[in-house]
């Protein structure tokens, strides 16, 4: 299977699916609208709807019909990004190569850009439970519950206030942790059992799938902060060496270069593993963690 091929097909469905499910751009007040549709489509990988969905064809369930839950992830993913570049978080300038939001419409218009897209999320989840048949609505509940807890104070809010507490002091490898499973590793967690929990999977297969999902996101952690490192700024499409600015510490600044990079072929090879319990083609969730690895962006 190539792996470009099944991103560029899937991004292209994804962004299609988008642009209908959001509203458009002049419509009324057309400044949030402008704004929320600049940092949507701004480029993004889709990386976490890309999971939900593969993550329904490793069970062997057809993934169209979830396409409108992958869109809300990555509503709220995009949302987590304009509010992370703001001046009160990390003061990003550039985001995958254009101007970051608040740059463009100011931070007022930002953050409601923001909140905006946090909220059609749930719109659109909960407008997919009332389109299921009556046997399916509790699963979409069950998809609702986890994508909550992962976007909120359990999750991506509360690793993202630790994170903000700790800058400038020394932490332990615990804390570290802490924020790299809630920051980033909870909507990772998120999107991958979403599309297995919509998809029948038993208890087993999904036991496999979120170990596969926090191996996933951990390493996903691990490589982000190597990049802002070694990374190629004019590649990744903003400047490399914020988290030395902002004064953050990552897995490289702890535990050094070298056993960064061993750690992440580890939860790579740990992700990798956990795929040989499910019965569907598990291909595109193999070359999505692999590519991990070899990422520059």
Request: proline share 3%; with cysteine; charged share 25%.
């Amino acid at each position: 299977m190539d792996l470009r091929s099944y991103l560029e097909k899937n991004v292209a469905v994804i962004d299609e699916a988008l642009a209908l499910l959001l509203p458009a751009q002049n419509t009324y007040p057309q400044i949030i609208h402008e704004a929320v549709s600049y940092s949507m489509f701004a480029g993004g990988k889709r990386l976490r709807p890309i999971l939900c969905l593969a993550s329904a064809e490793a069970i062997g369930k057809e993934s169209t019909a979830i396409i409108p839950v992958a869109c809300a992830l990555e509503m709220i993913h995009t949302y987590s990004l304009i509010h992370d570049d703001l001046p009160a978080m990390d003061n990003d300038d550039y985001r995958r190569g254009k101007l970051t939001n608040h740059k463009v419409f100011g931070e007022g218009i930002a953050v409601l850009a923001g909140d905006a897209l946090l909220t059609q999320a749930f719109e659109v989840l909960a407008s997919y439970g009332l389109s299921v048949k009556d046997k399916d609505k509790s699963a979409v509940m069950c998809v609702i519950n986890e994508i909550a807890q992962a976007s909120g104070s359990q999750g991506m809010v509360g690793g993202q206030s630790v994170d903000l507490k700790s800058e400038g002091k020394s932490i332990d490898e615990a804390t570290l942790t802490y924020i790299h499973r809630h920051k980033t590793g909870a909507l990772f967690r998120a999107s991958i059992r979403s599309g297995a929990i919509l998809s029948q999977a038993s208890k087993e297969q999904l036991h496999a799938f979120t170990i596969y999902a926090e191996n996933f996101g951990l390493a996903f952690q691990i490589t982000d902060d190597l990049l802002d490192i070694v990374g190629n700024s004019q590649k990744l499409g903003k400047p490399v060496g914020s988290d030395l600015r902002n004064e953050k510490v990552t897995f490289p600044s702890i535990y050094g270069l070298d056993k960064s990079k061993w750690m992440a072929v580890q939860t790579v090879e740990k992700a990798v593993e956990a795929l040989r319990y499910l019965p569907g083609n598990t291909e595109p969730l193999k070359l999505l963690v692999e590519y991990l690895l070899k990422r520059e962006t």
